[in-house]
């Protein structure tokens, strides 16, 4: 894969697995994300603490914990956007250490990173193509396809039920065509089947190939049968993580 994180993905694609449009596919290495001993401190104290995480290639990866465990600032840490005070964030493409502020992209992270409520899906996507070097057009229209979320360009995103906010989000960010997509608090004002199917959607995004990394209060229950690589839980007493993983 070239050094570019623009190459990640887009027309000219491998097929990919059934379902995912040809758009989305990555054809160059999925990205790996691997946190050793982790740890960040602020004015307050600890916000985490003892992280040790895998984010599997093209897998989806739950950061679990509730509000005030430094959910938020992990995930932020995994993408190379937030300080840490040890340990260490590791990014591969492959055998390629690579910086992973830039090959991730950010959908959401409350209360700094978010749609504007007073803005239309249309000034959104023209925002994001006016900042975005490797913003797409074809790739936003995928991401919409597979989340099923396309809003109407007049659209006021406000509007929107929170389920549609969080995904239209999603696919901003992934039509930014970077091999990671970084998503904050999934669950937030969502439950039962609108939640069961952002996660599945989320899912989805990584079997066309992106590493998705998401936060939630919990991650998604067994029997919804997500396809979660990895997640780990944060603990609200101490903020340490103890790292669970599935098969």
């Given at each position: 894969?070239?050094?570019?994180?623009?190459?990640?993905?887009?027309?000219?694609?491998?097929?990919?697995?059934?379902?995912?449009?040809?758009?989305?596919?990555?054809?160059?290495?999925?990205?790996?994300?691997?946190?050793?001993?982790?740890?960040?401190?602020?004015?307050?104290?600890?916000?985490?603490?003892?992280?040790?995480?895998?984010?599997?290639?093209?897998?989806?990866?739950?950061?679990?914990?509730?509000?005030?465990?430094?959910?938020?600032?992990?995930?932020?840490?995994?993408?190379?956007?937030?300080?840490?005070?040890?340990?260490?964030?590791?990014?591969?493409?492959?055998?390629?250490?690579?910086?992973?502020?830039?090959?991730?992209?950010?959908?959401?992270?409350?209360?700094?990173?978010?749609?504007?409520?007073?803005?239309?899906?249309?000034?959104?996507?023209?925002?994001?193509?006016?900042?975005?070097?490797?913003?797409?057009?074809?790739?936003?229209?995928?991401?919409?396809?597979?989340?099923?979320?396309?809003?109407?360009?007049?659209?006021?995103?406000?509007?929107?039920?929170?389920?549609?906010?969080?995904?239209?989000?999603?696919?901003?960010?992934?039509?930014?065509?970077?091999?990671?997509?970084?998503?904050?608090?999934?669950?937030a004002g969502l439950g039962g089947t609108d939640l069961r199917e952002v996660w599945l959607?989320?899912?989805?995004?990584?079997?066309?190939?992106?590493?998705?990394?998401?936060?939630?209060?919990?991650?998604?229950?067994?029997?919804?049968?997500?396809?979660?690589?990895?997640?780990?839980?944060?603990?609200?007493?101490?903020?340490?993580?103890?790292?669970?993983?599935?098969?």
């Amino acid at each position: 894969m070239a050094e570019s994180p623009g190459d990640s993905g887009g027309a000219g694609a491998r097929p990919g697995p059934p379902g995912i449009p040809p758009a989305l596919v990555n054809d160059g290495e999925a990205l790996e994300i691997e946190a050793r001993g982790l740890r960040a401190h602020g004015p307050l104290g600890t916000v985490f603490q003892g992280v040790n995480l895998l984010a599997r290639p093209a897998g989806l990866t739950v950061v679990a914990g509730q509000g005030g465990t430094g959910r938020t600032s992990l995930l932020l840490a995994l993408g190379g956007r937030f300080r840490t005070s040890g340990g260490t964030v590791t990014a591969r493409l492959g055998d390629t250490p690579v910086d992973p502020l830039r090959h991730s992209a950010l959908a959401r992270a409350t209360p700094g990173v978010d749609l504007v409520p007073q803005w239309t899906a249309h000034e959104h996507r023209a925002e994001r193509a006016a900042t975005t070097r490797t913003f797409s057009t074809a790739a936003l229209e995928a991401a919409g396809e597979l989340l099923d979320c396309a809003p109407p360009a007049r659209t006021v995103v406000g509007r929107l039920p929170a389920r549609d906010r969080l995904l239209f989000a999603v696919a901003l960010a992934v039509a930014e065509r970077r091999p990671a997509v970084l998503v904050d608090d999934v669950d937030a004002g969502l439950g039962g089947t609108d939640l069961r199917e952002v996660w599945l959607r989320l899912a989805r995004l990584a079997e066309a190939g992106i590493t998705v990394l998401a936060t939630a209060a919990a991650p998604p229950p067994p029997d919804w049968a997500v396809p979660v690589a990895a997640y780990t839980t944060l603990s609200p007493r101490t903020a340490a993580a103890d790292v669970a993983r599935r098969p």
